[in-house]
């Protein structure tokens, strides 16, 4: 009987913090707080109002770009090339192996896949002779550059910048 009541407590306590259904909150009747995101669409909204991404009519192609300087030590390299036609990566498929891997890396002059993407975290840390599954799927880290109109201006600097002024 006692686990009833606390159940009912608890489903009315969910029903008054979640009970407002039309996407605004409110602590008084007709005092409403519009939700917003930069957008400036109603978070629930369909995907209105989102940042035009222009492709790049010429995207430079794989061998023919210089990297991109990190943001900071630890951040995963940014591609800088286009992927089109590389993506989706699949188990069993993955393009970027056949450039980036590092014999063929060396003899091509370009980023190896480095060291800590061949020890496998799920398996105490044990180096692999390939690339650990965990790592397999690139661009969950590395992400490719879009021509875009930023929606908040970034005017971030590497620490790097900073100590040299």
């Not at 939700?35 to 009519?57: H, M």
């Not at 023919?64 to 900071?72: G, H, R, W």
């Not at 056949?98 to 061949?118: E, G, N, Q, R, V």
Request: overall charge positive; charged content about 20%; proline content about 10%.
């Amino acid at each position: 009987m006692k686990l009833q009541k606390v159940l009912l407590l608890s489903l009315v306590g969910v029903g008054l913090l979640f009970g407002n259904t039309d996407g605004n909150s409110s602590s008084t009747k007709g005092d409403y707080v519009k939700v917003t995101g930069i957008r400036q669409a109603p978070l629930t909204a369909d995907s209105q109002n989102l940042p035009n991404i222009k492709e790049n009519d010429n995207p430079p192609m794989p061998g023919k770009t210089k990297p991109i300087p990190k943001a900071f030590v630890t951040a995963p390299p940014m591609i800088p090339h286009s992927i089109k036609g590389m993506v989706p990566i699949k188990v069993g498929k993955n393009q970027c192996l056949s450039c980036h891997d590092p014999k063929m890396a060396k003899t091509l002059k370009i980023t190896p896949i480095p060291p800590s993407h061949f020890v496998d975290n799920f398996k105490g840390g044990k180096k692999e002779k390939k690339l650990a599954g965990s790592r397999y799927f690139c661009t969950t880290c590395h992400v490719p550059q879009a021509q875009v109109d930023p929606v908040i201006e970034n005017k971030f600097e590497t620490i790097k910048k900073s100590q040299k002024k």
